[in-house]
DNA sequence: ACGTTACTTTGTAAAGC
DNA sequence: GCTTTAAAAAGTAACGT
């Protein structure tokens, strides 16, 4: 018996941080190999790191984001390198910056096909959306914990706007009483 | 004062020319669509029903005028595609379809997917289809779709794909081409959605 | 008729228009 | 609202070969 929970895999974290300290990004791209830096376009500067896979947006505010971690200890890891690499080039980061989780992705496979007009109705119409003309997942808003779950056909699901760990866990199993309950998992 | 109470006439001028200009905007997409007049009178009570809530704030009138039609539309049982609302309209698709998801959202529309079989008569029509072919068009959305494979399908292009394939079994055939170009999907969704159809009717 | 690429949806922070 | 970044799901579309 494989339970659905346990098939939960974080696909993306999105986290913030803030080295306490104003930075000069015009300079800071040109001693930053790889840096992507177009202030026409978009405020923030571009860096990725390779191990662990991650994309940072650095602030002239000294504030930064950092998404494309596959877990919380890689966004930890991440930021960490690009913390050294600023020390590195002088510039003073904070001891230990506070780091804020403000978003997690993960996907989950409920092992049953869905019938998606079904489950819109028996979800309630007023609490999902489902347009297969824009787009093929049934999108559930849920209110405890307050994620987002976009269902599809395949019974493949994702679940956004988590900020705990343990938030999709929640969730899995919450949906998958709410489902059975309708009489919707075949 | 004075100039208070001018302020508030021409608020109310402007207010009621910008309704009269959203209400013909209907009449005009509406005609232009080829719906029914009791479909217009739908869009005109879900856009004044927008107006009163204040949704048109941030929203450009067209394009609340142009959701409520699409709503209306779906509301009476005779939808049009977003593609083919779009195409009378001066609103991008992408935003008809992000403000008709808002609009329904708040003004509690609760309207159903679309049903793919309420695309079968305008299409086989346009064609010039047989009632047969419809009929069986029709029997073949049912059955496939019992069968689970409408989850996360477009409605067109899996309406589009029964007629096809009705087509081939009433011996009045059309080309894919032909009926991608009614329906406005492309020959592949066709041929995909198709596949799938004949043989959940047990066809091969 | 393939294959590839790219767009649709959800959530989230950042600074500024 | 928009701009940018990341990742998944599955459907659709538009390329090129």
Redesign the interface.
């Known amino acids: 018996m494989s339970a659905p929970a346990d098939s939960i895999e974080i696909q993306n974290v999105v986290a913030s941080t803030g080295i306490g300290q104003e930075l000069d990004l015009e300079a800071l791209a040109d001693d930053l190999p790889g840096a992507d830096f177009n202030p026409d376009n978009f405020p923030g500067l571009v860096y990725r790191t390779q191990d662990p896979k991650a994309a940072a947006l650095i602030f002239r505010s000294g504030k930064i984001v950092c998404t494309g971690a596959k877990s919380i200890d890689d966004v930890h890891e991440a930021l960490g390198i690009i913390f050294d690499k600023l020390r590195g080039l002088s510039i003073p980061v904070d001891e230990d910056p506070e780091i804020t989780v403000q978003n997690i992705v993960s996907s989950a496979d409920l092992g049953h096909n869905l019938n998606l007009n079904a489950l819109a109705i028996g979800l309630g119409l007023e609490d999902v959306e489902y347009e297969p003309e824009q787009f093929p997942g049934l999108v559930y808003r849920m209110d405890e914990p307050e994620v987002v779950i976009l269902l599809f056909g395949s019974g493949k699901i994702v679940i956004t706007g988590g900020k705990q760990t343990d938030d999709a866990e929640t969730a899995v199993e919450e949906i998958v009483k709410r489902i059975d309950n309708l009489g919707l998992l075949d | 004062r004075l100039r208070k109470w001018q302020e508030r006439i021409r608020t109310k001028d402007a207010g009621e020319r910008n309704l009269q200009f959203a209400l013909s905007e209907i009449d005009r997409m509406a005609s232009a669509l080829g719906v029914p007049r009791s479909v217009r009178e739908v869009a005109s009570v879900i856009y004044r029903r927008a107006l009163n809530e204040d949704l048109i704030r941030g929203r450009s009138i067209e394009g609340v005028a142009t959701s409520a039609l699409y709503a209306a539309c779906r509301q009476e049982g005779i939808p049009r595609?977003?593609d083919e609302v779009a195409e009378v309209s001066r609103v991008p698709q992408k935003e008809i379809?992000r403000t008709y998801?808002y609009i329904s959202?708040e003004l509690?529309l609760?309207?159903?997917?679309?049903d793919p079989k309420q695309f079968v008569p305008r299409f086989a029509s346009a064609l010039g289809l047989s009632e047969e072919v419809q009929a069986k068009a029709t029997e073949i959305i049912d059955v496939s779709?019992e069968q689970?494979l409408?989850?996360?399908?477009?409605?067109?292009g899996f309406a589009a794909a029964a007629i096809y394939a009705a087509s081939l079994l009433c011996n009045e055939k059309k080309t894919q081409r032909e009926v991608a170009d009614v329906a406005q999907v492309t020959e592949v969704t066709i041929r995909n959605r198709y596949q799938e159809q004949i043989e959940a009717m047990g066809f091969r």
């Open positions: 595609s977003l379809g998801r959202q509690g609760e309207l159903k997917p679309v779709a689970g409408l989850s996360g399908k477009s409605p067109t």
